[in-house]
């Protein structure tokens, strides 16, 4: 009997904890972020959609744009001899009070070959925050003979799909950006948390509860071996 009830604890604690975790991950991953896209056509960068959505795993978002690329501008950028030979795409996002950007950059012409259809990862980690973006165009090398062959439009849209990767590293960013990154992380966090004006107990709650409950079985237990215990002894006199 007193094997049956540490096996309950056990199984009762172990329940605790994964049902803390789970609570934990899901504040993190389930809350409501903001995205701005821009790209650097021309040598600038300019917001072409902006968006909100909460992060989920593994699932793809159509990226709604609010402006097209003209013909004539299409034609310049199909032109090698220009300055800006890489495609550079700047996410920005905001979460609470956290805000930051991630980059990433391919070569301008896999974007041209497919007339601005590419796809966004990016990659969260375990708090929710947005450490690192690849982007894919699903063809690996630049084909300078098929770039007269594409189809003359007067405006081109751009066909963006984006998706969250999380608990995933991603493609690592430079270790001064790393840095700065997580500076404005943790001050970020420390804004939060100062404004934050919730009661102790309101705030902390699900790290409080496991120990209480815990403490209440042990003390349960104990009070039945030690009646267990007490009863033995009367029964042998």
């Given at each position: 009997m007193m094997f049956e009830q540490k096996n309950l604890i056990v199984?009762?604690?172990?329940?605790?904890?994964q049902f803390n975790s789970i609570t934990t991950f899901d504040d993190a991953t389930d809350a409501l972020v903001s995205l701005n896209f821009e790209d650097?056509?021309?040598?600038?960068?300019?917001?072409?959609?902006?968006?909100?959505?909460?992060?989920?795993?593994?699932t793809n978002v159509d990226v709604t744009s609010s402006r097209t690329i003209s013909s004539a501008q299409f034609d310049r950028l199909v032109d090698f001899k220009n300055d800006y030979p890489y495609y550079t795409l700047k996410i920005h996002f905001k979460r609470g009070a956290i805000q930051d950007y991630v980059m990433t950059s391919i070569p301008m012409?896999?974007?041209?070959?497919t007339q601005f259809r590419y796809t966004v990862s990016l990659y969260v980690n375990e708090n929710g925050y947005i450490v690192s973006a690849q982007m894919t165009?699903?063809?690996?090398?630049?084909?300078?003979?098929?770039?007269?062959?594409?189809?003359?439009?007067?405006?081109?849209?751009?066909?963006?799909t984006m998706r969250f990767q999380l608990n995933e590293v991603g493609p690592q960013p430079d270790t001064q950006r790393f840095?700065?990154?997580?500076?404005?992380?943790?001050?970020?966090?420390?804004?939060a948390q100062e404004a934050d004006n919730r009661p102790f107990v309101?705030?902390?709650?699900?790290?409080?509860?496991?120990?209480?409950?815990?403490?209440?079985?042990?003390?349960?237990?104990?009070?039945?071996?030690?009646?267990?215990?007490?009863?033995g002894g009367g029964g042998g006199q």
């Open positions: 199984v009762f604690i172990v329940l605790i904890l650097n056509l021309d040598g600038k960068f300019s917001s072409f959609s902006k968006m909100n959505t909460h992060l989920s795993r593994q012409c896999l974007v041209l070959q165009t699903g063809n690996s090398t630049c084909n300078l003979s098929n770039m007269n062959e594409i189809e003359k439009k007067a405006e081109y849209n751009y066909k963006v840095l700065e990154k997580l500076k404005r992380q943790q001050e970020a966090k420390l804004n309101l705030k902390y709650w699900k790290y409080i509860v496991p120990v209480v409950v815990i403490m209440v079985l042990q003390s349960a237990f104990t009070q039945d071996a030690g009646g267990s215990g007490g009863g």
